[in-house]
């Protein structure tokens, strides 16, 4: 089965960055999208930032010119940057990963969540 594994999370001070990673692993046929979600205590789970297997970003309006969300195909790891960071940011950051399973002859349909890593934004 195919793995998420998330990490980089930590405390961190307001206007300060910090740099989140996912690595996938297992019987992986290929990846499309790869995302980051995010949710806060209390709140329900909402979209950060999704890149396409391309290369293509794009980002919800909150964090827009903030966070940069990037992809290394070949470790098959998908980044968060985040800048400028706010108390607002604090939550637990979920990967999400779409794509096709193996076998190769085979292929089934992907889509999988990392663990959580937590970020938390306060002085």
């Known amino acids: 089965q195919v793995q998420l594994v998330e990490s980089g999370g930590g405390l961190v001070q307001p206007g300060g960055s910090l740099r989140l990673s996912c690595a996938a692993s297992?019987?992986?046929?290929?990846?499309?999208?790869m995302a980051w979600y995010r949710q806060a205590q209390g709140n329900q789970r909402e979209w950060v930032a999704v890149?396409?297997?391309?290369?293509?970003?794009s980002y919800a309006d909150s964090v827009k010119g903030r966070f940069t969300i990037s992809r290394d195909n070949a470790k098959n790891t998908v980044y968060l940057q985040m800048n400028s960071l706010k108390p607002e940011d604090t939550a637990v950051y979920y990967c999400?990963?779409?794509?096709?399973?193996?076998?190769?002859?085979?292929?089934?349909?992907?889509?999988?969540w990392g663990q959580g890593t937590p970020v938390t934004v306060s002085s």
């Open positions: 999400n990963c779409k794509g096709l399973l193996g076998p190769s002859v085979a292929p089934a349909q992907m889509d999988i």
């Open positions: 297992g019987n992986i046929f290929s990846i499309g999208a």
């Open positions: 890149i396409s297997s391309g290369g293509s970003a």
